[in-house]
């Protein structure tokens, strides 16, 4: 112990050295606190295939595939009101409203429903005459409650100024 003591009292806190030790010190520190974390894997767990399957493995996940049907992600909010033709009906346009949006399509709420696979045209009712109608294919039509929610894929992919319309 007195040895130690005798090398720490002649060390002078002016010297390069000492500053040098310190320096590389600290440096190593850091280095092990930053790269020196694992990042966790994410590991995917893959239910096995319905022959194989029984109810204790009735809490897995469905597989994530690469064709997965959404795209995007699909946001909700406050519902924009909007107009809803259809093409073969041109004189007749019903109001809606948006319930959900993403990039790919929109979920809305009618009074008629539609049948699947009919293409309809829609477009904001706060949006100004010229603006174009947006055309949409439905995907899904429920009964809830009073009126029917509509789910919908956008025939093409849309500019972000369009997609603003739909809330």
Known sequence: MTELTKLFTNIAVGEPAVWLALGGGLAVVLLFLFLGRRQKR???????????SNTADAWLPPTMQPDERRRSTRRSGVPTPIHVADPKKSR???DAFVLDRSNGGVRFASEKPFPTGTTL?????????????????????????????????FEEELPWHL???FG
Do not use: N, Y
Request: hydrophobic share 50%.
């Open 121 to 153: 045209q829609v477009r904001a009712a706060t949006a100004p005459p010229e603006s174009p109608w947006v055309v949409i294919i439905v995907r899904s039509c429920r009964e809830v409650g009073d009126h029917f929610e509509i789910g919908c894929q």
């Open 42 to 52: 994410l590991v995917a767990v893959v239910a096995p295939p319905a022959e194989e």
């Open 163 to 165: 997609l603003l319309m």
């Open 92 to 94: 007749k346009v019903l």
